[in-house]
């Protein structure tokens, strides 16, 4: 009866490793590949790398006040409303 009890153990124990050996396989392609289409996006929309790896400390410390003023409004007026915004979805099939 021991050797039968043993037997079952060793089996269970041998399932056991067998189904949890899949979960060890290596990273899918989708997984190695993981960020790379983040990081050329950002990299496509950088103007100047230079500057982007080594940016200015100092921030614009000023600017045209006239401009922001004006900048300011308008999102304050017009943005604010975007039933003014939405304009009817047109969709053309043929000529």
């Given amino acids: ?8 153990s060793l089996a269970a124990a041998a399932l056991v490793l067998l189904s ?16 790379n ?8 929309q950088t103007l100047d790398p ?3 790896a080594v940016p200015d400390p100092n ?11 004006n900048v300011l409004e308008a999102y304050r007026t017009d943005v604010a409303k975007p039933e003014e915004v ?6 053309s099939v043929g000529n």
């Fill in 20 to 35: 949890t050996s899949g979960c060890a396989t290596g990273p899918e392609a989708t997984e190695r590949d993981f960020g």
């Fill in 1 to 8: 009866m021991r050797i039968l009890a043993t037997t079952i």
């Fill in 50 to 52: 230079t500057t982007a």
């Fill in 59 to 69: 921030g614009p410390d000023s600017g045209d006040g006239q401009r922001l003023d």
């Fill in 86 to 91: 939405a304009q009817p979805l047109v969709i």
């Fill in 37 to 44: 289409s983040v990081r050329n996006m950002v990299q496509a």
